[in-house]
């Protein structure tokens, strides 16, 4: 089933559509859900794209293919403006998983509220981390980076392996140490499993914090076949709900002041159990 895109070209990127991936993952049975909800205030200047030519160059000269992209029909106050851009990242390699369903919950919602949402799916490609590669990375490595950079926010949704986030999504984030490409950003995490990947999103929410993210909304999923159908798109009702609450949380973030960014994430932080002292000061 293919996701259908309102057809609105993106300055930047173009109009592209994307197929939906059936998926699952084993489980046991709730939802473990920490929302930080209700981020408001006054807004302020989102971090823009880079400028079309910059990126129009790398592009050229490293032979990127289009990444997958849909742009959501503007709506109210967006309509004289380029929406925000929501990156989602799936860290699951696994053909029917669960984290790519809550990824395609989370897409929904975004669009619905007329965001620009970018689906990064170029993880299995991206090559081991090499520190002696930074200074002329490999074009995958070069695409993920200027696509994090582009975004206002990002989603990512991983499951635990071995009592940890997936080695995927952690090797990508690697290549991203020394740009600083997630510094003041926003971030949501989302883990989809058994139990409802504690571990994963504890990590993950820790390696994005050292970088300098706020992580400002995580949300475990447990026993994610019992609430799928035969397909693995979810159907449980708050399940659904849960996600589309996650999503919000991080799209809301993107016009919240700075100290309010920085005061959530370490909330979160500290109820992960992780060392608040390394959430990014606000100036």
Known sequence: MRLRSPGVSHPLLGSVTRRFRNCSEKGSNEVSFFPILGISGPATAPRRPAPLGAVARVRAQVGMRPP????????????MHTPARLMLVCGSLQRRSSNRAAVDVAIDEALASGFVVDDF???????????????VPPPVVVDWKTRIESSDAVLIAAPEYAGAIAGAIKNALDWLVGFGSLYRKPVAVISAGTSGGWFARQTLAQTLTWQGAYVVAELGISAPRTKSDADGRFTDRDTIESIHATARIVLDAISAPPAELAA?????????????????PIA
């Open 264 to 280: 959530r994430a370490t909330t979160l932080t500290e109820a992960l159990g992780i060392d608040s002292g390394h959430v990014a």
């Open 68 to 79: 997958t992209v849909h742009v959501a029909t503007p709506v109210n106050e967006r309509e």
């Open 121 to 135: 799916d170029r993880l299995g490609d991206v090559p081991p981390f090499d520190p002696d590669l930074q200074d």
